[in-house]
């Protein structure tokens, strides 16, 4: 910062000794703001800068003038009416195949992505111990949402990737989108709304294979979207569009935006991946379950089944004619999960059976088919062999069911370059 006199002002040792004495409050109150990191992002640099600038006017008396050094980029970016807020998210570490970067504008991402995805996710309250859910006293509070959980396993993975839903304008609504958003997915497109509440559900965990969910949902944020909440543009950039049988079981509106995602993403050469993940709780009938799901699979490209739910969808026990079933086009490709098995695909590159990955102890089954999900759709973006993708999916899969949650066991590319290399640790602790 450059000061310049006006005429021959002259400024006195209590006015300097003033000026540092407002300079070490400054500093000793931004100090201890520093040790807080929720305070600390209420007292921004931006702050502390105004506040050096101000003290110097009132040390100067209101005369001379304060001229900012600044680059040419820094004129420029201020020049642009964007807010603060609309910088770009904390985004995983740039690759060599994916070196760009972007700034990001409310309602705009301006850096392509690999994956959209929408539908809810909530707040998730669960017991560390395994027993009936009358007999907890104390949980923990942590976010879960099958479309989330597939785009924070990408992000993790370095594919950008975004995430379309709607909020609650309350506590638990900033939290998830913070969350999500900390994990560098993209949440340009999340909206808030006072309308209704950010839905919440509760583990019941009485042992590693027994898990029970109860849902408090009904009218939630989520159930609100609608296919004007979702830009064509945004949709369309994407190379794949990954949906659930989730979100059309939320509300009628939340069903014709499904449709609407899929057929602007048809329409514009964007891979659609769907996964049925099928919530009876949702829905009111079987029967509605499986026209309202069989039309999706009509229409997508990839379809993520679960052994179970192929059958129910199909009516076929043997989970080859039910992976023929569901390949209603050849162009089709089926990619069906069979538990710690491994999995089994149809494509037109063939079909197979891929083994599962052992794990020595699962803590939680919970989330490892939205991992399966995630390594499946990362070896499509990538072109490799349905097979590997598959082996892919396997892999990230049985990396999750080893940690308590759905999002905190997703790998990063060492860690699932481990379980695919079967590399094993020859140390207690790695230091």
Same mark, same amino acid.
């Given at each position: ?39 600390l ?31 040419y ?22 690759t ?28 998730l ?19 879960a ?13 370095n594919?950008?990737?975004g995430?379309?839903?709607k ?32 839905g ?27 296919q004007?909440d ?49 919530r009876?709780? =949702?829905? !009111? ?5 499986r026209? *309202?799901?069989?039309?999706? &699979?009509?229409? %997508?490209? /990839? ?10 969808l ?15 086009r ?14 089994y695909?149809?494509s ?14 699962v ?16 070896? =499509?973006? !990538?072109?490799i062999?349905?097979?590997?993708? *598959?082996?892919?999916?396997? &892999?990230?899969? %049985?990396? /999750? ?31």
């Open positions: 910062m450059e000061y310049k006199p006006a005429g021959k002002d002259l400024i006195s040792a209590e006015k300097w000794k003033a000026f540092w004495c407002n300079t070490c409050r400054i500093l000793s109150t931004f100090i201890t703001h520093g040790s807080n990191h929720c305070a992002a209420m007292f921004p640099l931006a702050h502390l800068g105004k506040a050096f600038r101000e003290i110097a006017r009132l040390l100067l008396g209101g005369k001379g003038r304060l001229r900012s050094r600044r680059s980029a820094t004129r420029k970016l201020s020049a642009r009416p964007w807010k603060a807020s609309y910088f770009p998210d904390r985004l995983p570490p740039n060599k195949k994916r070196k760009q970067s972007f700034i990001r504008k409310e309602g705009i991402s301006l850096k392509p992505l690999d994956v959209v995805t929408l539908g809810e996710t909530m707040v309250f669960s017991s560390e111990e395994q027993k009936p859910l009358q007999y907890v006293h104390q949980m923990k509070k942590q976010m949402g099958a479309e989330s959980n597939v785009a924070i396993a990408l992000a993790r993975l594919y950008p990737t995430w379309i839903s909020l609650g304008a309350d506590p638990f609504g900033t939290y998830i989108r913070n969350t999500i958003r900390g994990e560098g997915v993209d949440t340009s497109h999340v909206t808030f709304t006072n309308e209704a509440a950010t919440v559900f509760f583990k019941e965990q009485t042992s590693p294979e027994h898990v029970q969910v109860y849902y408090y949902r009904k009218n939630s944020a989520a159930s609100l979207l609608t004007e979702l830009a064509e543009s945004y949709l369309s950039q994407a190379k794949i569009l990954h949906v659930t049988g989730i979100t059309p079981a939320l509300s009628g509106s939340c069903r014709q935006a499904v449709f609407h995602a899929i057929k602007v993403a048809k329409a514009s050469g964007t891979t659609v991946v769907f996964d049925p993940n099928i009876y709780k =949702l829905w !009111d009938s079987e029967e509605e379950v026209e *309202v799901l069989m039309d999706i &699979a009509s229409l %997508a490209d /990839v379809i993520l089944p679960g052994v179970e739910e192929a059958e129910f199909t009516g076929e026990k043997d989970y080859h004619k039910a992976a023929g079933s569901l390949r209603g050849p162009e089709q490709t089926i990619v069906m999960k069979l538990g710690k098995e491994g999995a695909y149809e037109n590159e063939g079909s197979g059976f891929v083994d599962g990955f052992q794990v020595d102890r803590v939680d089954p919970v989330g490892a088919g939205d991992g399966f999900a995630a390594g499946v759709i990362s070896g =499509l973006i !990538d072109g062999p349905i097979e590997e993708a *598959v082996r892919r999916g396997n &892999a990230i899969g %049985a990396h /999750v069911v080893q940690m308590a949650g759905d999002i905190e066991g997703l790998p990063n590319w060492r860690e699932l370059e481990q379980m695919l290399t079967g590399e094993q640790r020859s140390v207690d602790v790695e230091r």
